[in-house]
């Protein structure tokens, strides 16, 4: 059993993963826009991964855009038979990197063929629809015309298992009565707690929760409390933040995002990272500030 793989694992669609994955957005250029700015480090980084015991790597061909796709398919394609490559569709990009949503039955189709080529494979085991009725953090709105448009590319054969993205209860509960929805993603870390009752839900109902911006995203968390308990387990920040979250609850999937080599070892190193109940106290007190 490799490092990463102490964690544990989870069921995602018909796969079983292990928990520390890795999330593959902050490999494009700057704004997650155009091509890296070092292609041989990006490329040592998804070795390195996979070569660490990760087999769940997440992306989009929005990234880039095809940027980290094809920057996977150069580092890993052949695949191994254990590595499960998720994705997301519902957006894509302008000209000045802003992010608009693509949510037509013809858009959908075009981003899973874009997928397919990009990433060189025949089907997608996993395929996030993710809302985009507010950019930001999940907005009510219907998605049963999307919804349904995706549900008949996996009728086609072109995806196995679909998951949701930046959505609330009711999508998830819409998305149920059109297909079986294997994972949701969505906004939550430590400090960014909204989708608390959620989590518990989904666990449940066995379905994997994998949250997106682990360590706060763009800007990574900054707290004195968690610089504390990392201090006191000899531990970094990054490390605690991640820890955390794998005790949170079972269903939760980790793909904190790095473009660095050094990260991500330390990532995946917080796999052997137990936290006692002062610990969980006084980080469990970080989401309770308003
Ligand atoms: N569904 C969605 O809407 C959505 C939205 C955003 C992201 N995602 C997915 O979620 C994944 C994770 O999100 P994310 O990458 O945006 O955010 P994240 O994992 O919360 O944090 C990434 C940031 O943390 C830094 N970092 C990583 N490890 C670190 C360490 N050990 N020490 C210090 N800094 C560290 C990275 O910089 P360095 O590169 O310098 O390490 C980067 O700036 C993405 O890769 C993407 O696959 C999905």
Redesign the pocket.
């Known amino acids: 059993m490799t490092r990463t793989a102490s964690a544990g694992t989870y069921r995602l669609g018909a796969r079983t993963v292990n928990r520390l994955g890795y ?4 490999l494009a250029g700057p704004g997650v826009f155009g091509p890296p700015k070092d292609t041989p480090a990006a490329l040592a980084v998804l070795r390195e991964a996979v070569a660490l015991g990760v087999n769940h790597l ?2 989009s061909d929005f990234y880039g855009p095809h940027i980290t796709n094809q920057l996977i398919r150069e580092a890993l394609h052949p695949y191994r038979d254990d590595l499960v490559i998720v994705t ?1 569709v519902g957006a894509t990009r302008g000209d000045d990197a802003s992010w608009k949503p693509a949510f037509s039955a013809a858009d959908l189709e075009r981003a899973v063929h874009d997928n397919l080529r990009h990433l060189g494979l025949d089907v997608l085991e996993v395929v ?1 629809l ?1 809302a985009m009725f507010d950019v930001h953090g999940p907005a009510e709105g219907s998605i049963e015309a999307p919804l349904t448009a995706l549900a008949e590319l996996q009728r086609r054969g072109l995806i196995r298992h679909i998951g949701l ?2 959505v609330t209860p009711t999508q998830i509960a819409q998305g149920r009565t059109i297909t079986s929805i294997v994972c949701v ?1 969505n906004h939550y ?1 430590l400090v960014h707690r909204g989708d608390d009752a959620l989590i518990d839900q989904l666990a449940d109902s066995g379905t994997a929760y994998v949250p ?7 800007t ?1 968390l900054q707290s004195s409390a968690l610089n504390a308990v990392a201090a006191r387990l000899g531990a ?1 920040p ?1 490390q605690v933040a991640l820890a955390w979250l794998l005790q949170r609850s079972p269903n939760i999937l980790l ?6 080599v050094g ?1 991500l070892r ?2 995946l190193a917080s796999a052997a990272l137990e936290l006692d109940t002062d610990d969980l106290a006084t980080l469990d007190a970080l989401g309770a500030r308003p």
């Open positions: 999330g593959a957005m902050q997440d992306t997301k996030n993710r993205s930046n993603q870390n997106f911006f682990p360590l706060g995203g763009f990574p970094t990054m793909i904190p995002g790095t473009s660095s990260h330390e990532n």
